[in-house]
């Protein structure tokens, strides 16, 4: 009773405070400049509409994860969004892209899981950007469906080179081993790994089996966003 008092004090403080927001400053879509949508959501109704969205049954090269919420392609104007999160620090695009995932994951009617962890860059990376993007989206999808968020969970133990550059077996063998979690996890709990894109999802496989090694009864991953295979991920100009 008293965790679910918690909960409903937890949804209800968001619930105010988006309201509150978006009474103060009304959303405006990012992409055309209309009036966006309560939440506060930067969007209006007809980009939302347009976004590229993915396959329903796009596949992925592993069945690590219980569950895959993947929305869109990596196209315009996801990409233009997601790379002026990662490189430009557009961090407003976090709440945008983490509170849409959140809302996406909704439509799936099975029941969400007990733990938000991001993808977390190696502190090299995190120095050098300032931010994680996996982790500003995982705060934000966390907060929409008030669930706990846990982001020194998981750590990148070594650097890695960038995936962009690398084929398939390479992608794997760079960021094989490269994560662990910093404790053990209790009671096998269902955790939900965010990242911005993947392409093969060879380091989100990776994290996903680093989460299980730890204690995690299963995971599910959320990413905004998949890139084809045909092309590599293009880089924006730092």
């Known amino acids: 009773m008293a965790r679910r008092l918690v909960t409903l004090g937890a949804t209800l403080g968001a619930t105010l405070r988006s309201a509150l927001g978006t009474a103060l400053a009304p959303p405006c879509c990012v992409l055309c400049d209309r009036p966006g949508l309560p939440g506060p959501i930067d969007l209006c109704g007809d980009c939302l509409a347009e976004l590229p969205r993915a396959p329903a049954d796009a596949p992925f090269d592993t069945e690590i994860f219980e569950r895959v919420c993947c929305p869109w392609r990596f196209e315009f104007p996801v990409d233009a969004l997601v790379r002026a999160l990662k490189f430009h620090g557009e961090r407003a695009h976090a709440r945008l892209l983490g509170t849409l995932l959140a809302r996406e994951r909704l439509r799936c009617a099975a029941p969400l899981p007990d733990l938000v962890v991001p993808v977390p860059l190696h502190a090299l990376r995190l120095r050098e950007r300032g931010y994680n993007q996996a982790a500003e989206l995982a705060r934000f999808a966390a907060r929409e469906l008030s669930l706990p968020l846990d982001r020194s969970l998981l750590a990148r133990q070594r650097a890695t080179r960038e995936q962009s550059h690398l084929h398939l077996l390479e992608r794997r063998r760079n960021v094989s081993g490269a994560f662990v979690t910093a404790r053990v996890l209790h009671g096998a709990p269902r955790v939900a790994l965010v990242d ?12 996903a089996a680093a989460l299980l090694a730890g204690g995690a009864g299963a995971v599910e991953l ?15 100009e730092p």
């Open 196 to 207: 911005d894109v993947v392409t093969t999802g060879s380091t989100v496989a990776a994290a």
């Open 222 to 236: 959320w990413v905004v966003a998949r890139a084809s295979r045909r092309g590599r991920v293009r880089r924006a």
